[in-house]
């Protein structure tokens, strides 16, 4: 049963950063993505990352944001740049099969 658990969100001002971390209990072998999900709005696919290292980003990153991953420490990462108000959301880590970490929240300060 594999467990994953999501830190580093906060609240920044219009501009700032924030370094999210997903922290596997045990080795994930496929894909780990990050989603966002805003009040009144449906959760949405950021960014995603193959274990060997193939990486896909929403095109609301637009550059802004670069996803990771440490094979040898289960953790993904995800670095938040230039951050805007409307990327307030609490940001999921997800892994294959239905895998749900509980969420960090990230707020942005206009």
């Known amino acids: 049963q594999v467990q994953l658990v999501e830190s580093g969100g906060g609240l920044v001002q219009s501009g700032g950063s924030l370094r999210l971390s997903c922290a596997a209990s045990?080795?994930?072998?496929?894909?780990m993505s990050w989603h966002r999900q805003a009040p009144g709005r449906q959760r949405e696919l950021v960014a995603s990352?193959?274990?060997?290292?193939?990486?896909t980003y929403a095109d609301f990153v637009r550059g802004r944001f670069t996803i990771s991953r440490d094979n040898a420490k289960n953790t993904v990462y995800l670095q938040l740049n230039s951050l805007k108000p409307e990327d307030t959301a609490v940001y999921y880590c997800?892994?294959?099969?239905?895998?749900w970490g509980r969420g960090t929240q990230v707020t942005v300060s206009s």
């Open positions: 045990r080795s994930i072998l496929s894909v």
């Open positions: 997800y892994a294959p099969v239905g895998i």
């Open positions: 990352i193959t274990r060997e290292g193939r990486i």
